[in-house]
């Protein structure tokens, strides 16, 4: 199993800097690194298909919007962080997942029969 996100959607792989030496900006590397992960799990079950390996799936997944220590290094400067936690923290609690329900998904594809799970696929809200 690997861990994406919803972000893979609209990331893009830089193959000219594919490190992003050249232009570093923490968002589309975190899409690009999700897209990666999705587009590995894919191939990955394609080299599983040819019969050598049994008994085993590949996925992928999104556990959503989860309220952990993930962001804590997403400002550069701290009275803009106060700020912008103070102002944001009611709408961010209301519409993000707690770190219990955010392990749902992956629970969800761990513990489901083998025979259901569809090997290069990616699973959101179980």
């Known amino acids: 199993m690997n861990l994406s996100s919803l972000a893979h959607e609209t990331g893009k792989i830089n193959f000219d800097d594919i ?8 968002w589309p590397v975190y899409m690009q690194s999700k897209l ?12 599983l298909q040819d019969g050598k390996v ?5 996925c992928s997944l999104h556990p959503g919007v989860v309220r952990t220590e993930l962001g804590r290094y997403m400002f550069g400067n701290k ?3 106060a700020v912008f936690r ?3 923290a009611p709408f961010f ?7 219990w329900e955010g392990t749902q998904t992956s629970l969800h594809c761990c513990l489901m029969p083998f025979n259901q799970i569809e090997s ?6 179980c």
């Open 19 to 26: 490190n992003n030496k050249k232009d570093y900006k923490m």
């Open 36 to 47: 990666a992960n999705v587009y590995f799990t894919k191939h990955f079950a394609k080299l």
């Open 54 to 58: 049994e008994n085993v799936k590949v």
């Open 79 to 81: 009275i803009v962080e």
């Open 86 to 88: 103070i102002v944001t």
């Open 93 to 99: 609690y209301l519409m993000t997942k707690n770190p």
């Open 120 to 125: 290069g696929s990616y699973y959101s809200d």
